[in-house]
DNA sequence: TCGATATATCACTTGATCTGTATATACGCT
DNA sequence: AGCGTATATACAGATCAAGTGATATATCGA
């Protein structure tokens, strides 16, 4: 599985959406997913983890999970190629969301 | 399917850089995707095609098809709310990409 | 109209992914 | 040690995607 793989299941990007605000533990994604059970979410995010998108760290009993945006990195080049056939004014708003530089709540 | 898992798939990417160089007949792309039947290519060229990621366009005997690189403004739209979680220097790399725009051969 | 070329679709098989239920593992507390 | 909580893994079934070979459809040229 690879990083296109991963991110092209609704689960696992909404996962990621979560943690791109702040890491939480295991449950508090199961709690958030609750149209899945608490196995398809660990499954989930073993994917996660294998392909490197996500880290873990134990916390007591809890598992804390991050994520590691700059795996999507292979993504954005692959995608960048493209940008020039996009219209222009959005290459814009593109450019005012990539100097919009706040920092990642820690 | 949706965009996400189109592009997900390797042999959907190439035809998307292949398209991305200039148009082509289905036949040159079962061509440089030499490890495809010709059935296998135009089952990707259809899926493509359904997520509106190419268009196709009648020309004699052959079908043309070309680009439609704006459907992956959702990829980019998704994946940008990420950007501020990268190493800074590679914003500029992107600023420098985004700003390249050449004229698509046509 | 016939044959060649270009492309799409059908039928089928194989393999992967996703999910749920049940179970195992690990830690913390008393 | 024993119990409760938190999370991971095993297993089985359903679904789905992707590939191939065969065939259908469409267009061109003689």
Redesign the pocket.
């Known amino acids: ?1 690879d990083v296109f ?2 991110i ?5 990007r909404e996962v990621l959406d979560l943690l791109a605000e702040r890491e ?7 709690e958030h997913l609750h ?13 996660l ?1 294998e392909v490197g998108l996500v880290d ?1 760290r ?8 991050t994520l590691r945006a700059n795996r999507l990195l292979e993504i954005e080049t692959w995608i960048s190629r493209y940008r020039k056939y996009w219209p222009r004014h959005l290459d814009a708003l593109e450019s005012h969301l990539s100097n919009n530089h706040e920092e990642p709540t820690r």
């Open positions: 599985m793989e991963a092209a299941e609704p689960s696992r939480r533990p295991a449950g508090e994604l199961v149209r899945l059970t608490q196995p398809a979410v660990s499954r989930h995010l073993r994917i983890r873990v134990p916390e007591g009993q809890k598992r804390i999970y």
